[in-house]
């Protein structure tokens, strides 16, 4: 149960980058960042990642992140009963520096599957139909969790069950937030 409480820690950072990306989409903040990452290339006449992949998201998401994991190494660090959950010595980084470097890899992470729904013609968005369909949302569940993990592989040792109770909590917690921030008007897409 530890591991668990502590692996829901570590990803906490996520959840502020998440938030603060929401926030930069509904109120337009860093729009000086809304600018596609692909700049408009095209492969096989299908956009490479899409017109919603930009530069805004890595930043925004790895400010938030920042935020949040320099607060846990600061502040929370200090405290004996998280220390006890901590999967790493939060004390001993620059959490500022790994919060940022987690959250943009973590978006970086969603780009290969941008890159395979826009050449299967799945619009950007849109979760595609059928098995593939299926298939391609819980990539988009669960492909930032690839960059996240190898950043943190920098500080954590990386446990098979760690990384299984990430899948299964990001997937849980990403489509909340998903359906919080679009109800808020914070997200284009419900997906």
């Known amino acids: 149960m530890l591991g668990a409480l502590g692996v829901a ?7 502020g980058g998440g938030v603060f990306h929401g926030l930069c989409m509904k109120y337009e903040w860093l729009s000086f960042l809304k600018r596609p990452i692909d700049r408009g290339y095209r492969v096989r006449g299908s956009p490479l990642f899409g017109a919603n992949k930009t530069f805004r998201g890595p930043v925004a ?9 320099g607060v846990q190494a ?9 220390r006890e959950i901590e999967l790493f010595d939060y004390g001993g980084v620059n959490g500022w520096l790994l919060g940022f470097l987690v959250g943009a890899a973590a978006m970086l992470a969603e780009l290969p599957n941008s890159f395979l729904k826009r050449q ?8 595609g139909q059928g098995l593939l369909g299926a298939t391609l949302y819980m990539m988009d569940q669960v492909d930032l969790l690839v960059g996240a993990w ?19 909590l990001v997937v849980v917690v990403h489509q909340l937030l998903t359906s919080v921030t679009y109800a808020l008007g914070m997200r284009a897409s419900p997906w």
């Open 9 to 15: 820690y570590l990803f906490l950072p996520l959840l």
């Open 61 to 69: 998401v790895g400010f938030g992140a920042a935020v949040v994991l």
């Open 74 to 82: 600061t502040v929370l660090h200090r405290l004996s009963e998280v």
């Open 120 to 127: 299967l013609g799945v619009a950007a968005g849109q979760p």
């Open 150 to 168: 190898l950043v943190f592989a920098l500080v954590v040792e990386v446990r098979i069950t760690w990384v299984l109770f990430s899948v299964i």
